[in-house]
């Protein structure tokens, strides 16, 4: 006895139009698609520039800043080198448009008033402008000078 010999011809449902891409397999993006991508990517650029400008700013913040302190570490060093410092204020302006105002007085007076030495406190504030901002730093430092009798 023979094997009948059975063939199954499985064919695949054809795809429809609108799952192919529209007009019969051409295959491209809707205008409403290219409107969401130029959106989206304008979005990211935008935020993207405002990031590399944020930085921008904080850097020349900065640069303020360490050039504000380099003059005020300079003028502190200067006032405590002295050994005649003594109690008294005043205020300076530099070439580069910095004010420095300085305050030295005698701090703890009850704690020192039985020992050779008095304790004087330097404040030392330096202000600057920039943009219509005026911005200030505050040092301070302590120095043991002997008592004048």
């Known amino acids: ?21 529209g007009l019969g397999g051409i295959r491209g993006f809707t205008l409403l698609e290219v409107l969401v991508a130029i959106a989206l990517l304008g979005i990211a650029i935008t935020v993207v520039l405002q990031l590399f400008s944020a930085n921008l700013r904080a850097v020349s913040a900065s640069d303020d800043y360490v050039s504000a302190v380099i003059k005020a570490e300079a003028k502190m060093r200067e006032l405590l080198d002295d050994d005649k410092l003594s109690e008294k204020s005043w205020s300076e302006t530099t070439d580069d448009g910095y004010r420095i105002d300085v305050l030295i007085y005698d701090a703890m007076k009850d704690r020192t008033e039985n020992l050779q030495v008095r304790l004087l406190e330097v404040n030392l504030i330096i202000h600057w402008i920039k943009d219509t901002k005026e911005r200030s730093l505050t040092l301070k430092a302590m120095k043991v000078v002997e008592k004048k009798i």
């Open 1 to 21: 006895m023979s094997i009948p010999n059975f063939k199954f011809l499985i064919e695949n449902p054809p795809i429809p139009p609108f799952i192919k891409g």
